[in-house]
Nanobody
Framework: VQLQASGGGLVQAGGSLRLSCAAS????????MGWFRQAPGKEHEFIVG????????FYADSVKGRFTISRDNAKQTVTLQMSSLKPEDTAVYYC?????????????????WGHGTLVTVSS
């Protein structure tokens, strides 16, 4: 398994969750990493990305100010800290590795995907 996401679960609105993505990639430290989510009946939605060196992050407006992404290249992990969760955040969350080192928010720009982890936010 090249990318393994974990940390999903059931949380009440206003609560927090931390998702982790463990990678096993030779090129991990040179690639942008991102998180997407897919709600029932909807397409994949880009929510956040982080550049290869962690210096640049880019968030979708829907999660800006509530979610924080970080990475540890030595441990090959990417963490998504989610707070002030809303019912509309309910989805399967996927971590993915981009083909590129810089800004990437399109699903086709990511060529390696992990299995998702389900986040359910109750009202």
């Amino acid at each position: 398994v090249q990318l393994q996401a974990s940390g999903g679960g059931l949380v009440q609105a206003g609560g927090s969750l931390r998702l982790s993505c463990a990678a096993s990639l030779q090129s991990f430290s040179s690639k942008t990493m991102g998180w997407f989510r897919q709600a029932p009946g909807k397409e994949h939605e880009f929510i956040v990305g982080i550049s290869w060196d962690g210096r640049s992050t880019f968030y979708a407006d829907s999660v800006k100010g509530r979610f924080t992404i970080s990475r540890d290249n030595a441990k090959q992990t990417v963490t998504l800290q989610m707070s002030s969760l809303k019912p509309e955040d309910t989805a399967v969350y996927y971590c993915a590795s981009s083909r590129y080192t810089g800004y990437s928010e399109r699903a086709y720009e990511y060529d390696i995907w992990g299995h998702g982890t389900l986040v359910t936010v109750s009202s």
